[in-house]
């Protein structure tokens, strides 16, 4: 008797009319699940003609009987296609990982535990098994089905520039949560090529090789309705084009917004630390104290770069892990870059006024400017390590 827990895994096996496979790709895959790895399989079934659902249904009544509740099926009344199938398939998931396979042994189930593994060794969001890296290949196909498989992988990679040598497998592993918020159209008949083009750009992807394996029984989709595919396939990579245009331009957006909305907080925090060396320096050279207006002008600017980089660190560039060693490194980067500002300024202030004969009052706000901005650019790429466009 096996205990109920967690699954750990969930392995979704979409079925439209593969009563002769289903059963027989149920028990491979219970057998080349990992020892010491729950797993679920959840077959979603398109009202099969055939009786493929009723079969798994019998079957999984005779794991319960065993007290085993490893295999599920769904049931879905009209045939709605292979990527919305498996959109249902991860609604009713419980696992964190989930597997997306075929079930007519095209998928060998013995690869199951290398995309595991390598999830597991590499850390990484998706892993892909690929027809198309070393190692890999395809079994009995045509030289047609060969030269429509490759050419639907090169539209992919050139049209959606997805990272993956095999962006059309059918044959993956995910970590749900880079799918989370993402709105899929279920077009076609690929949900991985949609994964590649709306998920975070972020993701680590790997790939390990396979052999495709022909069906031995029952009827390809691809082959009883080649051109309505590859007409769906076109669609979708079109649909999917302008889908991925129209979020590089929202991204592109989203990152000026946030360049000028920090640039202009860098500069606010710049135009308060002007108040900081004034009130500073004249408390020390008038009041009590009474130093020497140069020594009063240094502990002004000290107090400036000090309360300037703490309001920069914080507010500008969000950061708040104050380590001392970190915290130490900024502040020395920090000054330096300040200091290299303040260069730049007296530079280009003498550059247009004693070479070009420029104004001083409008020579000085430029060469601020120009110092400012300089210094905005260094300070967000090397002191707080940012990314200069996000």
């Known amino acids: 008797m096996v205990p109920r827990q967690n699954p750990q895994v969930s392995i979704i096996v979409p079925t439209y009319n593969e009563s002769q496979n289903i059963i027989s790709v ?7 699940i990992p020892k010491g790895v729950w ?14 659902g009723r079969l798994v249904d019998d079957y999984v009544e005779g794991l319960r009987r065993l007290a085993e509740d490893t295999v599920s099926v769904v049931h879905r009344r009209v045939r709605e296609g292979l990527a919305s199938a498996i959109l249902n398939g991860i609604q ?14 095209s998928h060998p189930p013995q690869v199951i535990p290398r995309l595991l593994e390598t999830l597991r060794q590499y850390q990484c969001d998706l892993v892909v098994a690929s027809r198309y890296v070393r190692g890999g290949g395809t079994r009995g196909w045509p030289l047609k089905r060969r030269m429509i498989s490759r050419g639907a992988a090169l539209i992919a990679k050139l049209g959606l520039r997805v990272k993956t040598k095999d962006p059309m497998s059918g044959f993956f592993a995910f970590r749900r949560n880079i799918i989370n918020g993402l709105t899929f159209d279920a077009l076609g008949y690929k949900f991985l090529l949609e994964v590649l083009v709306k998920a975070n750009k972020n993701i680590t992807i790997r790939e390990v090789p396979y052999t495709f394996e022909n069906r031995r029984l029952g009827k390809s989709k691809l082959d009883a309705s080649l051109y309505k595919t590859v007409t769906e396939y076109l669609r ?10 129209i979020q590089e331009a929202a991204a ?9 909305s920090k640039a202009a907080r860098f500069f606010t925090v710049g135009a308060s630390g002007f108040g900081v060396n004034y009130l500073v320096s004249m408390l020390f050279a008038s009041g009590l104290s009474e130093f020497w207006y140069v020594h009063a002008n240094a502990l002004g600017i000290a107090a400036s770069l000090s309360t300037n980089f703490i309001l920069n660190k914080v507010w500008t560039f969000e950061d708040r892990d104050f380590g001392l060693k970190r915290t130490l490194s900024q502040y020395g980067r920090f000054a330096a870059f300040s200091s290299l500002g303040a260069a730049v300024q007296l530079g280009a202030v003498y550059w247009m006024v004693d070479t070009h004969g420029v104004s001083y009052p409008f020579a000085l706000l430029a060469a601020i400017a120009a110092a400012a901005f300089s210094n905005f650019v260094l300070n967000k790429t090397l002191t707080f390590r940012e990314d200069l466009w996000d």
């Open 26 to 32: 149920l028990k491979s895959i219970r057998e080349n």
């Open 39 to 52: 797993a679920e399989t959840i077959v979603v079934d398109d009202d099969s003609p055939d009786g493929t």
């Open 92 to 105: 009713s998931a419980k696992a964190d990982t989930i597997i997306v396979m075929d079930s007519d042994f």
């Open 236 to 245: 979708a990579v079109w649909k999917l084009y302008k889908s991925k245009r």
């Open 252 to 260: 592109r957006e989203r990152k000026s917004v946030r360049f000028v």
